[in-house]
């Protein structure tokens, strides 16, 4: 079931964004959040890899992110002006593969390999944060998308 709705959320925010063009997909939410639909991609790309790569299965991913630095700490929202599209949503959708292959057989109760803020978390915690963080960014998906051209619905 939490794969499930992890899924769901997953196609919901790729539905927000079908059928824009790239500048659509850079379009700012207003002044002075840098929000977008790219951005929203790019950090949702990030949430997954940093889940499932680095915590739950302990993955060195280095000092800093794919799309974020110390000198960009938004850079995946920030930085949309001169982004990939194509690089960038493949990238999320090859963060979704991993994830979904790393969690195939593993049980709910499996202890992350690192904790998170001191604290163990099991993939069931883990997978509970996913759909929330999903569910939260598809709301400024939502308003985003009607924004830009009036669409609205899951």
């Not at 949702?44 to 794919?66: C, I, S, T």
């Not at 930085?79 to 690089?87: K, N, Q, R």
């Amino acid at each position: 079931m939490l794969s499930s709705w992890l899924d769901f959320h997953r196609a919901t925010l790729a539905l927000k964004c079908e059928g824009l063009t790239p500048d659509q997909l850079r379009e700012r939410s207003c002044p002075p959040s840098s929000m977008s639909l790219l951005g929203l991609i790019r950090h949702m790309a990030e949430v997954e890899r940093h889940w499932f790569r680095k915590y739950l299965n302990g993955e060195d991913l280095g000092p800093v992110g794919r799309y974020w630095s110390d000198a960009f700490p938004d850079g995946d929202f920030d930085l949309v002006a001169d982004a990939d599209l194509s690089a960038d949503t493949a990238a999320w959708q090859e963060d979704i593969a991993y994830a979904r292959a790393a969690v195939e057989g593993v049980s709910l109760d499996t202890v992350a390999k690192l904790p998170w803020r001191g604290n163990e978390v099991t993939l069931r915690w883990i997978l509970v944060h996913m759909i929330e963080e999903y569910a939260r960014h598809n709301g400024h998906a939502d308003l985003l998308r009607e924004r830009i051209d009036g669409a609205t619905g899951e």
